[in-house]
Structure formats: C-alpha cells, structure tokens
C-alpha cells in the first residue's frame, strides 16, 4: 500500500478485557516496529520486527503484551487483561531494512481502557 | 540511556515569522529523524538527516553529529505549520534501529 496502514483507528474496552491490534507496513519494508504515545511517557519504543523475527521483547511494558508477524507482512498486537495504565496511541512504523533507515509511521490506533 | 532534549517546548508565533527549533542528544546516534505531528496525530516525515543540511521548500534542517544536535528552521511560517514537532534519534539495538524520541515543541502559528 500507498502507506502504513492500523486498525482499529480507536478501541474502547473495559478493564479486564484482550485487545487485539493490527498494523499493515508500506509493501516491501522488511522492518516493522510499535510504539506508544501517552501522556505521560511521551513516545516510546515497544518491539521491532525483520521479517517475522522480534530479536528484542525487552521492550514491552509487561508480560500481558505480545506481538507477532506473519508472512513478513501485518503485524499484531496483544495486550491481555487490560489495565487503565495501558490507555495510550500505539504506533506503527515500518523501514525498508532494520539499519540506517527511515522510518514511516501509520495513523496510530488510540486504545481507551475503562 | 541517550537523552533527547528538544527547545523551546513551546512557541507561539505570527503567520509569516520564522522559527528555529533545537534537538539536543547525549550520545551518538546512528540517524536522526524529524517529524510534525498533525492535530489528528498523524507523525509526517519531515528529514532523515543523520548529519549534514537539507532543504524541503520552507523547511530545512542542520544536523552537526559531532556536537550532538540538530536543528529545524521554518520559514515564512503557515498556520497549517502548527502542531507538535518530533526530533528522534536512532540507536542500534540486537541489529535495528530503535527510535528514542524527544518531548517535542509544540508550535502555533497564529493568523
């Protein structure tokens, strides 16, 4: 595609509940990463991905959240039992390769936990 | 870890002004992005520029790694111009490019 593509665009979900996010990188990057914009934090570096490899999970916030990718394509986030602190922008981005290269970003999915 | 420190954290200017905006950083990097968040959050690539100076019509940018910053000129400023701006240096980590970003300068530009 033209861009990085996310969705859901916002998610509403209650205390407790599993979320599950998607992220469509621009066709031909090998490289494909998440991070999270809230307030409180700024925008932070969650995991990255070559092809459907994610080297480093240190990362992530807690064990509740995973992510995978498949085909060298999408990728998916999971948080699991979510909690109010997990309110936030995630965003994707991909690259064309993992070194010294650009990064796009998509429109972000905004995650609200009640 | 690096530290991103990025000034003024605001600026408010008049259509037609210019502004300079600066990225400070700790530690070397590998790369250097800058970005303008959009009101619906929207991150737009505004330069890679891990060194050197660039030019996008009313933009440009200046990186001097050696001493560690950055800077963004905008020029003949638009209220469209208005919106927080990134600075985000890249780090290696395990064989990729971690972006640790600064706090960013949100900027107004009124009419």
């Known amino acids: 595609g033209a861009g990085v593509s996310q969705s859901p665009s916002n998610k509403v979900t209650e205390k407790g509940k599993d979320v599950e996010l998607r992220c469509d990188p621009i066709?031909?990057?090998?490289?494909l990463y998440w991070y999270r914009q809230s307030l409180g934090q700024g925008l932070e570096f969650l995991i990255y991905?070559?092809?459907?490899?994610?080297?480093?999970k240190s990362g992530l916030p807690s064990d509740r959240f995973s992510a995978e990718r498949t085909g060298g394509s999408v990728s998916t986030l999971t948080i699991q039992r979510t909690q109010q602190e997990d309110s936030a922008v995630y965003l994707c981005a991909s690259s064309f390769r993992t070194d010294y290269n650009e990064q796009f970003f998509g429109p972000g999915t905004r995650l609200t936990v009640l | 870890g690096i530290q991103v420190e990025q000034s003024p954290p605001d600026l408010i200017l008049q259509e037609g002004a210019n502004s300079t905006l600066r990225c400070n950083f700790s530690d070397s990097v590998n790369n250097l992005q800058w970005f303008h968040q959009n009101p619906w959050g929207q991150l737009i690539n505004l330069f890679y520029i891990p060194s050197g100076t660039k030019q996008n019509g009313r933009l440009s940018a200046t990186t001097v790694a050696t001493e560690r910053y950055s800077l963004l000129y905008i020029s003949s400023s638009q209220t469209t111009d208005s919106g927080v701006y990134f600075c985000?240096?890249?780090?290696?980590?395990?064989?990729?490019?971690?972006?640790?970003f600064g706090q960013g300068t949100r900027l107004t530009i009124n009419p």
């Open positions: 985000a240096v890249g780090i290696y980590i395990q064989g990729a490019q971690k972006l640790v």
């Open positions: 991905f070559q092809g459907n490899s994610a080297p480093d």
């Open positions: 066709s031909g990057h090998t490289a």
